[in-house]
């Protein structure tokens, strides 16, 4: 793409922006997953998680967020779903319950987890932490494995993403 897809602008801002003003009604605190250039170019400061052990894509930018809290569900939402809006957000935050681990959207033939808008929980965490720690850096894969709500969107576009690596993240409580 020979770009940032974050500083895409699909409206009147950035789309790290966007998804910033789409989430913050649910979350305590916003925080981006990025590298260090990145980071710096926003503007974030403390609120950026450059990835502790790079390399791995975008599970490196989940490991540095469950390491970073590992008590609190996280809002995972990569930059890339120009498409979703504040109800697919409920959705995700309602399906929260006893024995999920990760409430995620899926496909429409249950066949496609999507790792980068989700949920995760504190027991989806640190399951995901030890796998990574075993070397698997699949973050669907990790889904795959736990027990997770699977909800299927409104709408199959908000599941179209420009398969970017940049998230942004949020702690919810």
Same mark, same amino acid.
């Given at each position: #793409?020979?770009?940032?897809?974050?500083?895409? *602008?699909?409206?009147?801002?950035?789309?790290?922006?966007?998804?910033?003003?789409?989430?913050?009604?649910?979350?305590?605190?916003?925080?981006?997953?990025?590298t260090e250039k990145q980071i710096?170019?926003?503007?974030?400061?403390?609120?950026?998680?450059?990835?502790?052990?790079?390399?791995?894509?975008? *599970?490196?930018?989940?490991?540095?967020?469950?390491? #970073?809290?590992?008590?609190?569900?996280?809002?995972?939402?990569? &930059?890339?779903?120009?498409?979703?809006?504040?109800?697919?957000?409920? &959705?995700?935050?309602?399906?929260?319950?006893p024995g999920v681990d990760v409430?995620?959207?899926?496909?429409?033939?249950?066949?496609?987890?999507?790792?980068?808008?989700?949920?995760?929980?504190?027991?989806?965490?640190?399951?995901?932490?030890? *796998?990574?720690?075993?070397?698997?850096?699949?973050?669907?894969?990790?889904?795959?494995?736990?027990?997770? !709500? *699977?909800? !299927?969107?409104?709408?199959?576009?908000?599941?179209?993403?420009?398969?970017?690596?940049?998230?942004?993240?949020?702690?919810?409580?």
């Amino acid at each position: #793409m020979g770009r940032d897809k974050a500083e895409i *602008a699909y409206g009147a801002q950035p789309q790290w922006r966007a998804i910033a003003d789409l989430i913050r009604p649910f979350c305590n605190e916003i925080y981006w997953s990025g590298t260090e250039k990145q980071i710096n170019a926003w503007g974030i400061g403390a609120r950026g998680l450059v990835d502790k052990i790079p390399g791995h894509g975008p *599970a490196s930018g989940l490991h540095s967020a469950f390491s #970073m809290f590992p008590s609190v569900g996280w809002l995972v939402v990569a &930059c890339d779903y120009p498409f979703l809006e504040a109800q697919d957000i409920e &959705c995700l935050i309602a399906g929260r319950g006893p024995g999920v681990d990760v409430v995620t959207f899926v496909g429409e033939n249950h066949d496609n987890i999507e790792p980068l808008l989700s949920l995760w929980e504190p027991t989806a965490q640190r399951q995901f932490l030890d *796998a990574f720690g075993l070397g698997v850096d699949s973050p669907r894969r990790i889904i795959g494995g736990l027990q997770f !709500r *699977a909800i !299927r969107p409104r709408d199959s576009r908000i599941l179209s993403n420009f398969n970017g690596s940049e998230n942004s993240t949020a702690p919810v409580t």
